[in-house]
């Protein structure tokens, strides 16, 4: 397996591809931002003019879009990627989205003889870029171990988390956990500094305390206590308030499909509404703690 195309050359995307490139692969890449495919060729990628041209003589198909919608459009609208693909083609869809969709997704797939795995990923942009990524898999065993060499290139951890869909499932789970914990740390830190405390002494106490999380550890919500964390450029890059707001949504509708409780989930889902509709959409999720303290930037 020589040749991939890569779709969606985003945040995450643009690294992840980046890394197989520099792994040797042939990698045909495609994005609706010319920009993005522009830094790709330059790492040493060739550009596609589509996706259709960027998947027809490739190996296997890496997606990493935003949302359910890019990803039915790209698969299985008339010219998508289930009418282009090369025949035996693996597919691997990267981007977060709801279980139903993978599924259906992947059943319009092996319908037309190609085995697709659902493969969301942890770890963030820097995750993305050390190619230290963590891969959540749904999907049939044989495919995961074609799909194989390809992850290694791109993550550190793979997990099988059962049939198409589950990884999905999986992901949706921690990235709840993800967001409570963003917003708890940031609410622990506002009433911290409220009191007069620093919030680098804060957060060193915490992060060595019971409150230890992976938002203390590597993606401090505070301006100015992490230098690689997002708060510290002003909240540009990392991932986005509305791609969080997305997955907590999916969240809520995954818990109300099977009547499972999540109340903290919800609460949180309804901070990041209101943080993004303040206008902080495009501004990574860690700026939830501006929501506190309105009015004081940086
Ligand atoms: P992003 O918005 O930075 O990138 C998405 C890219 O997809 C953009 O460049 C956009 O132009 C491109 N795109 C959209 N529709 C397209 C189409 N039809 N054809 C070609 N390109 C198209 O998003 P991101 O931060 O890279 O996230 C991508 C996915 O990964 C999302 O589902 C997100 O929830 C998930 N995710 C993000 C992070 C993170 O830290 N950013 C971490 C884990 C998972």
């Known amino acids: ?20 490139v520099a792994a040797g692969f042939h990698v045909s890449v495609f994005d609706l931002a010319p920009a993005a495919v522009t830094a790709l060729v330059d790492a040493g990628a060739t550009a596609a003019a589509s996706a259709s041209s960027a ?13 359910n919608q890019h990803v039915q459009q790209l698969y299985l609208d008339q010219g998508g990627i289930l009418d282009r693909a090369k025949t035996g083609a693996l597919l691997i869809d990267c981007s977060t989205i709801s279980a139903e969709v993978a599924r259906q997704v992947a059943q319009a797939a092996g319908e037309r003889g190609f085995a697709m795995l659902d493969a969301p990923v942890s770890g963030g942009t820097a995750g993305a870029a050390a190619g ?57 830190l506002n009433l911290g500094v409220a009191h007069g405390l620093d919030p680098k002494v804060l957060s060193d106490i915490m992060a060595k305390s019971s409150g230890r999380n992976w938002t203390l ?12 964390a997002p708060a510290s450029r002003n909240y540009s890059g990392g991932f986005g308030t509305a791609l969080m707001l997305k997955d907590l949504g999916l969240a809520q ?44 930037d940086g």
């Open 1 to 20: 397996m020589q040749h991939i195309a890569f779709i969606g050359l985003g945040n995450m995307g643009a690294p992840m591809a980046r890394n197989l």
């Open 55 to 67: 998947v027809q003589n490739a190996d296997a198909v890496i997606t990493m879009l935003p949302a």
């Open 132 to 188: 230290t990524l963590t891969f959540i898999v749904g999907g049939p065993e044989a495919a995961l171990q074609r799909a194989r060499p390809l992850l290694e290139k791109m993550g550190k951890n793979i997990f099988h988390a059962g049939e198409a869909g589950a990884g999905q499932v999986a992901k949706i789970c921690n990235n709840m956990l993800l967001g409570i914990l963003m917003a708890g740390t940031a609410e622990a």
């Open 217 to 228: 550890e590597v993606y401090n919500p505070w301006p100015g206590v992490m230098e690689t």
């Open 253 to 296: 509708q995954s818990a109300l499909a099977v009547n499972a409780p999540t109340p903290l989930g919800g609460l949180v889902r309804q901070l990041y509404q209101m943080h993004a509709q303040a206008g902080y959409g495009t501004q990574d999720f860690s700026s939830i703690v501006q929501l506190l303290r309105p009015g004081q």
